[in-house]
């Protein structure tokens, strides 16, 4: 989850008490929260480095909170404060709307067709008048900083940019075009630069080099113009030094580029929510439009408010508690979420603001309820229902077929679910393209590319390791192997296999044809017959030709077995003959 640093008396200044650290602590348990650390610069610099590195640290105590992962507006100082105002009763919730300019002057972004071949998604708003300090500044700029971790997902579905409006014109336009025809001066350089010379510039700056694969390897580079061609930003890289905000900034002009629409609207609500307290009119957000590729004008921020009607009696069963209809209407309205009894005194309607974007079902008012009502003050009660644990059918098989292939002489192996491409394709003979494998967006090693989609493998590299022990090796792995499938909602579905691999001198097909007779005759399936198990000759590159066998079980197959190709063996940096055989278990259930 989350953590957000605060300054503890900056934080009791807005919250209007001064508490103790127990206090302090009790209250966040209270909200939902954790106090997890009570530090400061200077302890961390001692911590990290050593007694007498923190000369001239600063030793103001900051209080490091957790936040869950889906409570976005608790990721500054502004929403937490808030949050915690209203829940002590001592302020309402503010309500949150979107207002035309003044001027009647609506700012307004177009967006371009060529975005489609990188980001084609854009939103903007505008926030009027605003006035920032230090303490503030810093606050708006940490929780970009925060939602680019979070909910933007390290900028790769959004990234937010934030401009000084005063210094530019309106209206702007977001296009795509090649690298080596942008340029423009970054944030924090005295120089104008080409994208293609950002790229190389930043290839070795820690703070920007992991989002450059982001859009490093695609034709054409995202970039935000104003009227007069002056580049606001790159996104989701670096924002353009000419529109920096500062603290004199008043008027800030928010873009949030995205590959997914409703996050960009997510993360603009959050930004305007959170810091539309510091407008001339506090807690409203001037209207931005922007014009789609298609020509359709859509106006942002959306701020939606949306009302659920809950039944109090089942929550009351729910959360194990009773809780009288008006009072759980009070706790809601505690949580933000401003309630009242329906007519018939037996429902609650529930406004949703949109700064609680992680209210998506009955059961997330369900536990702002127990929040609200305390979780200490919940009796401990015995269910009235009984449940009886039992493991589920193909978890049972595999146990049991553990138990007898064990018997049968072989030693159980587990091996990792992920792989590299070459470990499931190159070196067993076949193409990536042809194994329907689950791919790693990003992977951290080479090691780790994609899920396994057959056990195989994982086995022959467990031999390699263990190639001084005295032979035979016998080995097999009962374990899940991952497919691509579209028609799941995932997109991939797992399968329960089960490999064997006898490593010796000679082959000994005979040990793994018997190992295959002696799992079909556990499971009871017969040799032969319509209901029964057969071997066909098979064509699989992994094994040597005319030493191969598809198995084939009540008219489908199921697997093959056989002898291992040398140059599969060579491949795995072996040098003895392997015969293996992989079979799904899902049949037998």
Known sequence: MPTISLKRDELFHALG???????????????????????????????????????????VVEYKIEIPANRYDLLCLEGLVRGLLVFLEKEKAPFYKTVQPVNGKVQRLVIQNSTAQVRPYCVAAVLRNIKFDQARYD?????????????????????????DLDTLEGPFSYEALPPSDIKFKPLGQTKEFTAVELMELYSGESHLKPYLHIIRDKPVYPVIYD???????????????????????????????ATDQAKASLVLDMMVTMFSSYCEQPFTVEAAEVVQPDGTVKVYPDLPYRKEVVNSDLICRQVGAKIDAKDMARMLTKMCL????????????????????????????????????GFNNIVKTIPNTNCIAEQFPINKLSDLLRRDVAACGFTEVLTFALCSKADIAD??????????????????????????????????????????????LRLFEISDVIYQDPSKDV????????????????????????????????????????MGYELESGDDPTFFPGRCAKI??????????????????TKFELNMPCAAMEISVEPFL
């Open 17 to 59: 008490k001064t508490y103790t650290d127990e206090e302090f602590d009790e209250l966040c348990f209270q909200y939902g929260l954790e106090l997890d650390e009570v530090t400061s610069e200077k302890e961390q610099i001692e911590r990290e480095k050593g007694v007498g590195k923190a000369v001239g640290a600063s030793e």
């Open 139 to 163: 606050s708006f700029i940490d929780l970009q900083d925060k939602l680019h971790q979070n909910v933007c997902r390290r900028r790769t579905l959004v990234a937010i940019g934030t401009h």
């Open 227 to 257: 009227k007069n061609r002056v580049v606001l930003s790159m996104p989701p890289i670096i924002n353009g030094e000419h529109s920096k905000i500062t603290l004199q900034t008043r008027n800030i002009f928010i873009e949030c580029t």
């Open 338 to 373: 401003q309630s009242e009894v329906c007519q018939d005194g037996e429902n609650v309607e529930v406004t949703i603001p949109p700064t609680r974007a992680d209210i998506l079902h009955q059961c997330d008012i369900m536990e702002d309820v127990a929040i609200g009502y």
């Open 427 to 472: 070196k067993l003979g076949k193409k990536i393209e042809d194994t329907k494998a689950v791919h790693i967006a990003n992977p951290k090693t080479a090691e780790f590319q994609v899920a396994r989609t057959t056990l195989l493998p994982g086995i022959l590299k467990t031999i390699f390791h263990n190639k001084g022990m005295s032979l035979p």
């Open 491 to 530: 997109g991939a579905r797992n399968e329960r296999r089960l490999c064997a691999v006898n490593y010796n001198r000679s082959s000994e097909f005979e040990v793994i044809h018997g190992l295959l007779d002696r799992v079909m005759q556990l499971v009871e399936v017969p040799f032969g017959g319509p």
């Open 552 to 569: 084939v079980c009540r008219g489908k197959v199921i697997g093959t077995l056989g002898v291992l190709h040398p140059d599969v063996i």
